[in-house]
């Protein structure tokens, strides 16, 4: 890409899962999330007028419009870094299903801006400005997904405490299966609030109940109690159904992988489609086998490492 002579500087991160607390965050309860150990790539070099931006995926590069809230993005992250940069990228998650991908490529491509300063950052800076880039996106995200993009690992995070990390004590034995719908998490965000105002209590009940499953799992991880963290996760479901977040096939999916050995399976980040996570130790190659025998996508991955 770069002429000889002209230095580039790259960036990366990695996808999320939350494990549970996704939607809850929004209104201040903690939640726990994972790293999945892959994600965005980003490189960049010094441009002499516009940010300009390409980017990628397995299936080949996408068409970034002019109006586009990715050039937009783009643009605002070029003026919070206060750069002038082209930069090419690569996403290696699912995009739109749940695992962080706009986060992710975020917070690679801040890491590429900033390392092109040649100015000392950390980690504060990246978050700092990869979430003025998922506002355009997202309006008024938890913070969650750029969260785990920039530290990776197994972390709880809440509005009002931030990061803390948790560490494991053996990775996260999971399946992630990809529903092949697609939903808009500030829509699914907004449904939510709507859904949690139209209660008597304002919601309380239920950002409660998704509290204790979040403690509850949270206390019991670090061991690895995994049988404790599966009692969890399908009370937190439960609770994100009664959301009206789960659609059909989410519901199949997770069916499918219970069926297979899982010891729970749930929605994974905004719902309404995405993916799903099954929580499977020694069970994995099982849980594939049957989703893949069903015409649906999923990867394994020892999540929080
Ligand atoms: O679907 P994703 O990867 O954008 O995750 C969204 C997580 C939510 O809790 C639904 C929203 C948020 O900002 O935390």
């Not at 997202?138 to 750029?146: A, K, L, R, T, Y």
């Not at 009206?244 to 069916?255: D, H, R």
Request: glycine share 14%; proline share 4%.
């Amino acid at each position: 890409m770069a002429p000889a002579g002209i230095e580039v500087f790259e960036g990366s991160s990695t996808g999320k899962v939350i494990l549970l607390g996704e939607h809850a965050v929004v209104h201040g309860v903690p939640a726990l999330a994972a790293s999945i150990g892959r994600g965005a790539w980003a490189c960049a070099e010094p441009a002499r007028e516009l940010p300009q931006l390409q980017v990628g995926d397995a299936s080949g590069p996408w068409n970034v419009d002019e109006d586009s809230d990715l050039l937009r993005a783009y643009r605002i992250l070029n003026d919070v870094i206060g750069v002038t940069v082209r930069a090419r990228a690569r996403i290696d998650i699912p995009t739109r299903a749940g695992l962080g991908s706009s986060a992710c490529l975020g917070v690679a491509l801040a890491r590429a801006l900033m390392r092109s300063k040649r100015k000392p950052f950390d980690d504060d800076d990246v978050m700092q400005a990869a979430t003025a880039w998922e506002r355009v996106f997202h309006g008024n995200p938890s913070g969650i997904d750029v969260a785990v993009a920039t530290h990776g690992g197994c972390l709880e995070f809440s509005r009002s405490k931030g990061v803390r990390r948790i560490d494991l004590s053996m990775p996260i034995p999971l399946c992630v299966g990809d529903t092949g719908t697609r939903s808009s998490t500030r829509q699914m965000v907004e449904h939510v609030a709507k859904e949690l105002g139209a209660q008597a209590d304002g919601g309380r009940a239920v950002l409660e109940g998704i509290g204790a499953c979040v403690a509850r799992a949270g206390r019991a991880l670090p061991e690895g109690d995994w049988a404790e963290v599966g009692c969890a996760m399908r009370d937190n479901q439960r609770w994100l159904k009664s959301l009206g977040l789960i659609n059909a096939e989410t519901e199949k999916l997770c069916a499918m992988a219970h069926a297979a050995g899982a010891l729970a399976a749930k929605v994974t980040g905004a719902g309404g489609g995405g993916c799903v996570i099954a929580l499977a130790p020694g069970k994995q190659s099982d849980v594939l086998e049957a989703w893949h025998g069903s015409g649906f996508q999923g990867f394994a991955v020892d999540a929080g490492e």
